[in-house]
Structures are given as C-alpha cells and as structure tokens.
C-alpha cells in the first residue's frame, strides 16, 4: 500500500520527522509511521555506511581459562573463564558483555569440541547437530567479563568492534592452560581426549628414552 503517491527523492528527514518536499502537509513520525507496518506490506527498512579514514581502531583482549582434566580419560573441563576486552565506549554494556561471552563459547567449542569429520569420499559424516559436537549450557561455566573502555578516536562514539575478537583466544588460552596442567603441548584442534591421551603417551614414552 502505497500513502503518499510522491516518489522517495522528495521526501526529507529532519529531528525525527518525514516530510515531503513537495507537500507541507505530508508529514509523519516515527511513531506514526510505525503504525503503519500493518498495512505497508512489510517492515520499514534502511541502510546507511560510514567510511572511516583513519581505520576501524584496533582491538585488544585477553582470556584466563581454569580447565580440569582427567588424565586416565583425556577429558577437559572448562570450570573457570574470564573474558577481558576493550571495547572501546560500551553504549549498551549488557550487550557487549553477551557479545564477549557468546564470543568465547564459540572459541572454546572450536578448541575442545567441534570439528569436521570428512570420509575418503570428501562426504562430510558428522552434518547434524546429533553428531557435530557444539558447547551446550552443561560444557561452559559462567564466563565472567571484564569491559575495559578506551574510547576508539577513529570512531564518532568511541565504540569498537566486540563479537567476532573473543572467537580466536579461547584457542591459545585453553592449548596454555592444558600445557600448564599436563606439560603437553598441543598444536591442534579440537584438543580432544584421543589428542590429548597421544600426546601424553608419547611425553611418557620420550622421557622413558
């Protein structure tokens, strides 16, 4: 359903209100024109793009992880996680702060759990949720935060880029946090219970050499 009849390009936005350049008299809120949704045919939408001359600024975090692990079994548990991050000007600290913890989970499924397994065939076995192994709420204690705020100078609200930075260290950490339980390090993922059973069989073997 189309309201107005005039084409986009003559319709203006000015502190909070749409007008049309044309006709003073056509003119509409937000809160009016969302009461329009019912009978437009769909969601008012928008998009909008802003060139940063001097770059996104950087990001900077970093992971503590308190992990258990049986020996007899290779099994790793994560009981302890702290996520520290800049996040430049957190303007909505709740949902920067899920934004680390999703973050992280994702990092430690990539680090103890998920992998692909693909047969002789280049088929992929494991293409379900049944059978690839993602973090449930039983695998990942709380992850606690620390919101670390340096306002970004290359930004207009001092914000910076939080989701996609606590992915890659869960990695790193959760690998330091086995070497320093076990003495073994692993170079690869997921550091798994047969991973880990190797490669402490193959420490016990080359130190009885």
Not at 7 to 20: H, K, L, M, N, Y
Not at 28 to 36: H, I, P, T
Not at 88 to 104: D, F, K, L, S
Not at 146 to 165: D, L, Q
Request: hydrophobic share 40%.
């Amino acid at each position: 359903m189309v309201r107005w009849e005039v084409d986009a390009a003559v319709i203006s936005f000015a502190d909070g209100e749409f007008t049309s350049l044309t006709d003073s008299e056509l003119r509409v809120g937000f809160k009016e024109l969302a009461g329009w949704l019912d009978v437009t045919s769909g969601p008012i939408m928008a998009s909008g793009s802003m060139d940063l001359p001097d770059g996104g600024g950087g990001i900077f975090g970093t992971h503590i992880a308190d992990v258990e692990i049986d020996p007899e079994t290779g099994k790793t548990d994560v009981i302890r996680y702290t996520v520290i991050q800049d996040a430049g000007t957190a303007i909505n600290p709740q949902a920067v702060e899920g934004q680390m913890q999703g973050g992280a989970t994702q990092g430690i499924g990539w680090a103890l759990n998920e992998e692909y397994v693909i047969n002789d065939e280049g088929q992929m076995e494991n293409s379900s949720f049944l059978d690839y192994r993602m973090p449930t709420m039983t695998d990942i204690p709380k992850i606690e935060t620390v919101i670390v705020e340096v306002p970004n100078p290359a930004h207009p609200f001092g914000v910076r880029g939080v989701g996609e930075i606590p992915i890659g260290p869960p990695l790193a950490t959760i690998g330091n946090a086995i070497h320093d339980a076990l003495g073994i390090r692993l170079r690869q993922v997921p550091m798994k219970p047969g991973r880990i059973l190797a490669a402490l069989a193959a420490s016990r073997g080359s130190e009885g050499a």
